[in-house]
């Protein structure tokens, strides 16, 4: 009888985790398809999930039987994708941009993400918000907000409040960039370390110096993917002592590590990676299968994600996020024309 009780409540768990499992996915291919388009293009296939997500949540509703797998999504599918960025990275990226471009990298991130925090506390936005907001301008965009809230613990809302400003300026900064790049008298190499160094997303970088020639085209991506790299001591220096309270520092043991497994893992294939020791052609697969595994959790989160309590928020986050995009903007073009006039 117990037997049978329990298989029974194993192919309702079974079922239950399987039909939120196909909704996340769905959307996921429908924001993947989405991006093909043109126009709606421009816009990450993360950023069209969460957008899918949040429409389904505000009109609809998550369905009561889709929330095991939704929250499965949430939990282990993004465990598992921040994983696999690793393949991505190498430590050799740090030094492809020099010494001098690899300063202005680090103290431009530090410097913004410092400040950042230090704002938000004064403008009175949460600490964890804050912390979203600041990997997301310091770091790369939607993917560090992504990656620093499985160790801030952020509330649904601070996500997507955060990846929705790191998005909006990131964009601005594309189409301003090109612009004030004759303004300045920028040269090609300078031009490509202040769009690195300042611009949001990978993609974005692209957009920007894409028409500005191959040299400056490559010079960005070297330095943005500088900071990229970043993003995993950055986790695991908010993983140590962020989300941890002095109480339970002293409380923590070898059965209970500081260090989130998931950065060790990640960490590990960004060496494995760096080494050169897993084959080309299964990492291209697995680097290509990754993009859709990031894409399933960020439907997730915009499932659960309430928009009345997004707007609960207010406008100070806006206002963070405002001032962050003008710091690392200006404190990045101000080393880049001392170092590189």
């Not at 997730?300 to 406008?315: D, P, S």
């Amino acid at each position: 009888m117990k037997q049978n009780r329990k298989m029974a409540q194993s192919q309702v768990w079974l079922y239950q985790l399987g039909a939120g499992l196909c909704l996340t996915s769905g959307l996921a291919l429908v924001a993947l398809f989405l991006h093909t388009l043109p126009g709606i293009g421009i816009l990450s296939p993360l950023i069209l999930a969460i957008l899918l997500g949040i429409l389904v949540r505000n009109t609809v509703g998550t369905p009561p039987i889709c929330q095991l797998g939704v929250s499965f999504s949430l939990k282990w599918l993004l465990r598992l994708a921040i994983i696999l960025l690793g393949l991505q990275l190498s430590w050799s990226q740090l030094f492809e941009i020099g010494s001098v471009g690899l300063f202005i990298v680090v103290i431009t991130l530090v410097s913004t993400f410092v400040f950042t925090c230090w704002l938000g506390k004064h403008l009175g936005v949460s600490q964890k918000l804050s912390q979203l907001i600041a990997a997301g301008t310091s770091i790369c965009g939607a993917s560090a907000v992504i990656a620093t809230n499985v160790v801030v613990d952020g509330k649904d809302e601070d996500v997507t409040y955060a990846v929705a400003i790191v998005t909006v300026f990131g964009t601005t900064s594309m189409l301003l960039y090109p612009m004030l790049s004759e303004l300045l008298h920028l040269t090609s190499q300078a031009f490509g370390i202040w769009c690195g160094t300042s611009i949001h997303e990978v993609a974005q970088v692209i957009a920007t110096t894409f028409q500005q020639g191959e040299l400056t085209s490559q010079i960005a991506t070297i330095s943005k993917l500088s900071r990229v790299v970043l993003l995993a001591p950055t986790v695991l220096a908010l993983g140590l002592f962020s989300a941890r309270s002095a109480s339970q520092r002293q409380s923590l043991t070898w059965q209970n590590p500081p260090i989130p497994w998931f950065v060790v893992c990640f960490i590990g294939l960004i060496l494995i990676n760096s080494f050169q020791i897993f084959p080309e052609g299964p990492k291209a697969l697995v680097i290509q299968a990754n993009q859709f595994l990031l894409t399933i959790p960020m439907t997730a989160m915009g499932l659960e994600t309430n928009l009345y309590k997004l707007k609960e928020a207010g406008l100070k986050p806006l206002y963070l996020g405002v001032f962050a995009w003008l710091f690392i903007s200006t404190f990045s073009l101000i080393l880049v024309k001392t170092f590189y006039a």
